[in-house]
């Protein structure tokens, strides 16, 4: 089982960027990104189901970010646009066998896999 996230990078304010995570090994249902800023605990970005029709976004990153998912290559993407500087973090895709709720998908503990990271500042 791996995941490998990519796409990470130093940007300025207002630019936008896109994330990817390579998946395999598993049958994956679940989706997600989280991301830990320096000094602070993970937090839950968005979060995608197995067919893709339902997403689940942190107030923080709804209206700029879109999760997506692409099952034939497993692969999973998140378009961050309007980027700010509190977005700055190491960004972590995770994926589950389960098919989880709305509520277990924001629990980073509800996730067995995890991707290493890429690293995403954004400048002001």
């Known amino acids: 089982v791996q995941l490998q996230a990519s796409g990470g990078g130093l940007v300025e304010t207002g630019d936008s960027l896109r994330l990817s995570c390579a998946l395999s090994?598993?049958?994956?249902?679940?989706m997600a990104w989280f991301r830990q800023a320096p000094g602070k605990e993970r937090e839950f970005v968005v979060g995608v189901t197995e067919s893709g029709r339902a997403t689940y976004y942190a107030d923080a990153v709804k209206g700029r970010f879109t999760i997506s998912r692409e099952n034939a290559k497993n692969t999973m993407y998140l378009e961050m646009n309007s980027l700010k500087p509190e977005d700055t973090a190491i960004y972590y895709c995770?994926?589950?066998?389960?098919?989880?709720?709305?509520?277990?998908?924001?629990?980073?503990?509800?996730?067995?896999?995890w991707g290493q990271g890429t690293l995403v500042t954004v400048s002001s």
């Open positions: 090994g598993l049958n994956f249902r679940s």
């Open positions: 995770a994926a589950d066998g389960l098919d989880l709720p709305a509520s277990g998908a924001r629990v980073p503990g509800a996730y067995d896999h």
